[in-house]
């Protein structure tokens, strides 16, 4: 064989040469896989007991005693940092919606809205997730 | 005085579960910045009815802790208020001392230590360490379950710290013989084992491997068998071998149990007291589904030329959307849950780009481009760069995948790669190398020798048979002009690849395909290698040229390989095979092959140089 198709050019004839411009593509890489199925577990160990549960004796020595209730006061409140909280996009039909419905009577007597705010004006941090 | 001094400390805390229980029931809803400030009302209020439970009332110690307990779930779940719970945790953790509450103690020191981890930091993990041993050296005559879940902890913390500790594996053996009477936790044990091993592609224990099969065939619940399922498919997959088998384990496990896949949450239970909550989407099987075609598409990847069964190509983009569509649903769960959900959707998103990326390169030559600088990203970066002639930029990138931080499989596809960039290199050059650049080359085959050696990619025959691949191109005459110096392994690295081609060669095609990787008559017999083009190529036309004698055998081959070079993106290959078929023609004297050949490999030649190459004047 005298001549050959590409001998006059710069194309590689040689198999090793060929591997400069050809990525061993057959090795694929599987870490992904397990880091999905490791960082995907969340593993607690939970408390069981119900030392607050209907048969349970009430134990405190203060006078007990469960109501009327009223919105509890802002001094007794404490400060928390919340965690962001991207809303949900789209339905705008729900965006009237009442999230406090569905509350026991209890727990709406109990609510006070005021939460929020009080400890926004009383907080000279910057951090917009804070109240 | 407030009335609400006087409320009983048990309608605190219903009101307290009420607020917290809607307040996650309404996660879903929240589709306005008002609807947002409601949910935060409502866990202020859920706080704040435990915080006045401890704050007015007299609590035995019992309540204490369960009170303390849920505000520091609701801190770590809804806050960044660590310190805050730390605070609350220490407390009640300084009034347990001295009693003999055990139960209760080991719940807040596992809580002591979930508030420290979720800062984070290696500081934090060292001191939970410290906290973890004492409580076993604590719990060590107590003869209590509690020590099962504080030894893996420390296994956990450990891991954190330094994931390679030598003393790990030791203390997983421990564990796991440990764990002799309580089955449901062995298994989950060894499934975390053998992840930790696969993630640092670590050799398994093949004893472990052996009990968790037989693990689940008892009575495991069934989350905790598809767990196990999948983590031993995962094995299968890091070793490229076959997982047909493995996946109608699935189809039969899933078809019956389908219905109670529901929630993502199960409990492993140690003893009457003790209870471990275990969540993970994965086995729920709206997840589930997506995960198993996930897993199937990345072990058929390379299979991705064949039109019969491209899984990846038809399955990819669907779960990929599938993901997105699942990532902006919002679960009825707690925020640190639905942040981690989100995150777990993303992921699946990112490794379904970067496989199609992959594909994609394969296929065509070419790909999107990645904005990222996970390991996926350079690896991709790096295999487009060589696609394109840009050898610096390619070995820039291909060097990058040698940190640290990456998995030791990157790692060797990185240096492997610079290793065959080089000796090309070195090939094109001819006989001009310099000593530092010929040492710079000698030096890599030693890292890649190395880090072969002390990992598990002897498991893999695809590693395998790619190193050998590697050692022939860069010490034989007729593929490199500038071979490296040999020792004495010659014959050794020929017998491999004799082994390999005897179940793989074109030329015998269809003959041998029943067979996978197992021993005969005492030998171990030749495994048919996991579809890819181009590694099959590079075996073939290697073996053709070395050990085939018989012309028409040497002809069959060089003809497969030049056909099916056009299947996938490999124009420089097809050129090369190309040639060896004309010339192999030309000696068995087949005047009408050489023609058609000649005319073929000329339309390759054209092609090749409208992407660039060029013709050199001699």
């Known amino acids: 064989m005298t001549t050959f198709p590409g001998d006059n050019t710069n194309i590689p004839k040689r198999l090793t040469e060929c591997l400069e411009y050809q990525p061993l593509n057959f090795l694929v890489p599987k870490s992904g896989l397990c880091e999905l199925l490791r960082s995907s577990l969340h593993i607690t160990p939970v408390p069981d007991e119900i030392v607050f549960g209907e048969q349970e004796a009430i134990n405190d020595t203060d006078n007990e005693r469960s109501g009327p209730i009223e919105p509890f006061e802002l001094k007794e409140g404490l400060k928390i940092h919340f965690r962001a909280i991207e809303p949900v996009e789209g339905n705008g039909k729900d965006d009237s919606r009442d999230l406090f419905e569905g509350l026991s009577e209890g727990a709406r007597d109990f609510l006070n809205t005021a939460c929020l705010e009080d400890f926004g004006k009383r907080s000279h941090s910057s951090d917009d997730e804070e109240y | 005085m407030s009335?609400?001094?006087?409320?009983?400390?048990?309608?605190?805390?219903?009101?307290?579960?009420?607020?917290?229980?809607?307040?996650?029931?309404?996660?879903?809803?929240?589709?306005?910045?008002?609807?947002?400030?409601?949910?935060?009302?409502?866990?202020?209020?859920?706080?704040?009815?435990?915080?006045?439970?401890?704050?007015?009332?007299?609590?035995?110690?019992?309540?204490?802790?369960?009170?303390?307990?849920?505000?520091?779930?609701?801190?770590?779940?809804?806050?960044?208020?660590?310190?805050?719970?730390?605070?609350?945790?220490?407390?009640?953790?300084?009034?347990?001392?001295?009693?003999?509450?055990?139960?209760?103690?080991?719940?807040?020191?596992?809580?002591?230590?979930?508030?420290?981890?979720?800062?984070?930091?290696?500081?934090?993990?060292?001191?939970?360490?410290?906290?973890?041993?004492?409580?076993?050296?604590?719990?060590?005559?107590?003869?209590?379950?509690?020590?099962?879940?504080?030894?893996?902890?420390?296994?956990?913390?450990?891991?954190?710290?330094?994931?390679?500790?030598?003393?790990?594996?030791?203390?997983?053996?421990?564990?796991?013989?440990?764990?002799?009477?309580?089955?449901?936790?062995?298994?989950?044990?060894?499934?975390?084992?053998?992840?930790?091993?696969?993630?640092?592609?670590?050799?398994?224990?093949?004893?472990?491997?052996?009990?968790?099969?037989?693990?689940?065939?008892?009575?495991?619940?069934?989350?905790?068998?598809?767990?196990?399922?999948?983590?031993?498919?995962?094995?299968?997959?890091?070793?490229?071998?076959?997982?047909?088998?493995?996946?109608?384990e699935f189809k039969d496990l899933v078809a019956t149990h389908k219905k109670e896949l529901k929630d993502s949450t199960f409990h492993l239970r140690l003893d009457d007291?003790?209870?471990?909550?275990?969540?993970?989407?994965?086995?729920?099987?709206?997840?589930?589904?997506?995960?198993?075609?996930?897993?199937?598409?990345?072990?058929?990847?390379?299979?991705?030329?064949?039109?019969?069964?491209?899984?990846?190509?038809?399955?990819?983009?669907?779960?990929?959307?599938?993901?997105?569509?699942?990532?902006?649903?919002?679960?009825?769960?707690?925020?640190?849950?639905?942040?981690?959900?989100?995150?777990?959707?993303?992921?699946?998103?990112?490794?379904?780009?970067?496989?199609?990326?992959?594909?994609?390169?394969?296929?065509?030559?070419?790909?999107?481009?990645?904005?990222?600088?996970?390991?996926?990203?350079?690896l991709i970066k790096a295999m487009k760069a060589q696609l394109r002639r840009d050898t610096p930029t390619a070995l820039e990138n291909y060097s990058l995948l040698n940190t640290q931080k990456n998995a030791p499989e990157f790692k060797l596809i990185g240096l492997s790669s610079m290793f065959a960039v080089k000796v090309a290199n070195m090939s094109k050059v001819g006989g001009t190398v310099s000593f530092p650049e010929y040492n710079e080359v000698t030096e890599l085959w030693e890292c890649i020798e190395k880090l072969f050696s002390s990992h598990s990619f002897h498991e893999n025959h695809i590693w395998q048979c790619t190193i050998i691949i590697l050692w022939l191109c860069s010490h034989f005459q007729p593929f490199t002009s500038a071979k490296l110096f040999k020792d004495n392994d010659d014959a050794s690295h020929l017998e491999r690849l004799k082994f390999y081609f005897s179940a793989n060669s074109f030329a015998r095609a269809g003959k041998s395909s029943s067979h996978n990787s197992a021993t005969v008559d005492g030998k171990e017999a030749a495994p048919v290698l996991k579809k890819s083009l181009l590694l099959h190529f590079l075996l073939n036309y290697l073996a053709c040229a070395i050990i085939v004698h018989d012309l028409e055998e040497k002809c069959v081959i060089t003809n497969a390989c030049f056909h099916l070079g056009k299947q996938q993106h490999m124009p420089l290959m097809e050129y090369i095979s190309g040639l060896s078929h004309l010339l192999n023609c030309g000696l068995a004297m087949k005047g009408k092959d050489v023609s058609l050949t000649r005319s073929k490999l000329k339309e390759a030649v054209k092609k090749l140089v409208i992407s660039g190459f060029e013709q050199v004047q001699e």
């Open chain 2, 3 to 248: 009335k609400t001094q006087a409320m009983d400390s048990r309608t605190l805390y219903n009101l307290s579960s009420e607020y917290a229980s809607h307040a996650r029931k309404m996660r879903p809803f929240l589709s306005s910045d008002a609807h947002v400030k409601q949910y935060r009302i409502l866990m202020y209020h859920a706080v704040n009815a435990l915080k006045m439970i401890k704050a007015k009332h007299q609590l035995s110690i019992e309540q204490d802790v369960l009170v303390t307990l849920e505000l520091f779930e609701l801190l770590v779940q809804e806050t960044h208020d660590l310190d805050l719970a730390e605070m609350y945790l220490s407390s009640v953790h300084e009034r347990l001392y001295g009693t003999t509450l055990v139960h209760q103690k080991m719940l807040v020191t596992a809580a002591l230590v979930r508030v420290a981890r979720a800062r984070r930091s290696v500081k934090h993990s060292k001191e939970s360490l410290r906290l973890v041993t004492g409580t076993l050296v604590d719990l060590e005559p107590l003869n209590s379950r509690w020590n099962l879940y504080f030894q893996f902890l420390r296994i956990e913390l450990l891991l954190e710290i330094s994931p390679s500790d030598s003393k790990i594996p030791g203390l997983f053996d421990t564990l796991i013989t440990d764990c002799d009477s309580v089955l449901n936790l062995q298994a989950f044990v060894i499934c975390s084992y053998i992840c930790i091993r696969l993630t640092q592609n670590q050799g398994i224990c093949q004893a472990h491997l052996d009990k968790l099969g037989a693990l689940k065939s008892q009575k495991l619940p069934i989350q905790l068998r598809l767990w196990s399922s999948l983590v031993e498919l995962l094995v299968l997959i890091y070793r490229d071998l076959n997982i047909t088998t493995k996946l109608s």
């Open chain 2, 273 to 378: 007291q003790i209870s471990i909550s275990v969540d993970t989407p994965i086995v729920r099987y709206k997840d589930f589904k997506n995960i198993i075609l996930l897993f199937q598409s990345v072990s058929y990847l390379t299979n991705c030329y064949d039109k019969k069964a491209n899984f990846s190509v038809k399955f990819l983009p669907k779960i990929q959307q599938a993901a997105n569509e699942l990532k902006n649903i919002s679960e009825p769960v707690n925020l640190e849950l639905s942040d981690s959900r989100k995150c777990f959707y993303m992921l699946i998103v990112d490794l379904c780009n970067y496989y199609m990326c992959l594909e994609s390169l394969i296929l065509t030559g070419s790909c999107a481009d990645i904005e990222s600088d996970s390991a996926y990203a350079i």
